[in-house]
């Protein structure tokens, strides 16, 4: 039998694949509660549009879960996304050059539903590579 730590992981891990990596905003209604607490984006309805902010600026990005620590009803995940910058992205034109950033979420899972969402992203990082004038 599952613990609910498992449980909980394996929840927070069909959501990133299935909204992060899928691009199946509809996972929301999935997978959120209907109380569903958004600290980074405002709002579930902000949370898809960061999404797809991101989809238009790195149409080929890939978020790839490195760690998952389980804890009662808490769950984080140390994660990397890889893509090309291929879109706007807040004002930047496409460059072309490619990113490897690693971010950080932490989920509260309640009942089998994603019930809150915090996350920390190397934006610094990100800016970097996306700036970075690529050398022959």
Do not use: C
Request: aromatic share 12%; proline share 2%; no cysteine.
């Amino acid at each position: 039998m599952k613990t609910l730590e498992q449980n909980n992981a394996e929840t927070v891990s069909r959501f990133i694949e299935a909204f992060w990596n899928q691009s199946d905003f509809d996972a929301v209604d999935r997978f959120l509660s209907d109380d569903y607490q958004e600290h980074s984006y405002q709002s579930k309805e902000g949370l898809k549009k960061f999404a797809a902010t991101i989809l238009e600026a790195f149409p080929d990005k890939r978020y790839t879960v490195e760690e998952v620590i389980g804890q009662g009803d808490k769950v984080l995940v140390r994660m990397t996304v890889k893509g090309t910058h291929q879109g706007v992205f807040f004002g930047t034109v496409p460059t072309g050059n490619t990113i490897d950033v690693t971010l950080y979420r932490q989920y509260r899972v309640v009942d089998g539903k994603i019930a809150e969402h915090r996350g920390w992203i190397d934006m610094v990082t990100m800016w970097d590579q996306i700036k970075a004038v690529n050398s022959p």
